[in-house]
């Protein structure tokens, strides 16, 4: 089945989880895919469909992310966290973080939240 949206969704559901292996995936995706990503969270927005970005590094807050440091972009932590909360409140998409070992549990929590 090919999603609109997200790599994962339950049938007929209306939360969809975006898996990113890591946070300079998510810098990446959020800077240079911009528009790309900016025409998949308004197509969220419209179908009513909660938009769930699972970032497998794990962070305890998003403060956290004022200090990360990337070698493979220039996107300083500060830049990564604006981004963040700017997609998170013009399009109500949420942020998750968890270990990789847990990436599986995780997703079938959060897409059980749909039911």
Known sequence: MYLNVGDYMLPNGK???DTK???AELA???YRDK???????????QDKIKLIVLVEE???????LVSWR???TKITGRE???????VRVSYNVGFYFCDKENT????MQLLQADK
């Open 104 to 107: 599986g549990q995780v997703i």
């Open 21 to 23: 292996q890591s946070l």
């Open 70 to 72: 990337s070698k493979y």
């Open 28 to 30: 990446n995706d959020l």
């Open 35 to 45: 528009l790309q990503f900016n025409k998949k969270y308004k197509k969220c927005l």
């Open 58 to 64: 794990y962070i305890k807050s998003l403060s956290e």
């Open 15 to 17: 939360i969809s989880v």
């Open 80 to 86: 990564l966290l604006d981004m963040i909360e700017t």
